[in-house]
């Protein structure tokens, strides 16, 4: 039988997510749940970052939208911005990681039943596709949230807040 930790390490990848206002809510739910980082990649808007190349009015404008949705938690979650997607899970997988999709997927599991390993790596991908299958297909274990209505998908942000809470929960 496999002894689980009493607290899993969290950390979150927001790959190419295009809205910042999700981004912020992100944020938020990040910091609701303890997660140690969250991580940008791709086009994913992040906060401003230490050494930060982007023009100050994108920055400005970015902030501002993130902030609207993440009300402070832009600045009580540590949330880095990592250019390069397969280099992020190589880092994290080096560091004791396993890397989980949220995803509706034929090998998915189901969220309800999962028991998370000591340190979780949650990937999250676009706001209408998903988490492209090549990228599905470098992830260690697949999890889906079990939809009953007729809708077979939810945002991005209601299902990271979905998943954060059954990670805690388990």
Known sequence: ?????????LVVIAHNMRSAYNVGALLRTADVFAVHTVYCTGYTPYPRQRDDTRSPELISRLGHKIHKSALGAEETVRCLHHPGISALLAELRAEGYTIAGLEV??????????????????????EVH???VKLRASCDELL????????DSLNVSVASGIALYALRSG
């Open 1 to 9: 039988m496999t002894e689980y930790p009493e607290r899993t390490e």
């Open 105 to 126: 997927d034929d090998r998915a599991v189901n969220l309800a039943g999962y028991r998370p390993p000591a340190k979780l790596a949650l990937l999250l991908g676009e």
């Open 130 to 132: 998903g988490i492209p």
């Open 144 to 151: 889906e949230i079990p939809m009953h209505g007729t809708k």
